[in-house]
């Protein structure tokens, strides 16, 4: 079950970091005109991803916190056994990332709902930190799924 | 609307202070213990195996945002919404982690 699990928390992780990295470039660096593959990537209208994210960003860590348990009890021993404490520490940082994004969830709904010029600067940060906050999480969840291979355990 | 715009910046910045406040004191509401699948209340020291505090940070954070952002209403009542508290505040809070956490890269 557990395996199952974290299969699904990784593939709707992956629908996330699309749909968070579409829109924190479409608002960094946005695009009028379509013509080509990066102008018709950056102009795409970012506010359809807002709730999208939010679901997806919320059950993530919902599946997440079901399966940590398992990390808890089996991997960080294994990793902690194995010295791998880099290992340990990325997972930590990475949990405590993910409890921040939840507490931002409420401001970047609201500032992607309300598109005043005062919530602008807000806007463009809390999804580029939502947006740092995903890929960090993946990046590290990737690394510690595979670490035996990573290190040739 | 105009009271959820004014809060949720408070929220935003209490949450991550009272998050990051509660994993360096352990304000856990409640600890876990994985390996024999038992809940406690408060911070709770190992029946069996390891202990989880991560859901009572989570909770204890979300209370205490909830609580702070009320109680700051009246004051915000007279002033435009502060969004650049709401990133601002957990951007340190995010910085300060990796300074937190180097004991793990430093062995």
Partial sequence: MATFLLILHGLLAVALLGGITHQAVAVVWPSRNKVGFANAYRAVSSRVYVNANIALFMVVAFLGGVIYPTYRVWIRTYLENARLFSAVGSFEIKEQFIAIGLGLLPLYWLVWRRPEPAGQSAKIAVTLMLCFIVWFSFIVGHVLNNIRGFFGL | ?107
């Fill in chain 2, 1 to 107: 609307m105009n009271m959820i715009e004014k809060l949720a910046p408070v929220f935003a910045a209490a949450f991550a202070v009272i998050y990051i406040v509660s994993v360096e004191l352990n304000w856990a509401l409640f600890t876990y213990h994985p390996k024999i699948r038992e809940w406690g209340w408060l911070v709770e020291p190992s029946r069996n195996g390891p202990t989880m505090y991560w859901y009572g940070w989570l909770v204890t954070s979300a209370l205490g945002a909830v609580a702070v952002s009320m109680l700051t209403l009246p004051v915000l009542k007279s002033r435009p919404p502060q969004y650049w508290l709401g990133w601002i505040v957990p951007l340190i809070v995010m910085v300060s982690v990796f300074y937190l956490f180097r004991g793990f890269f430093l062995r």
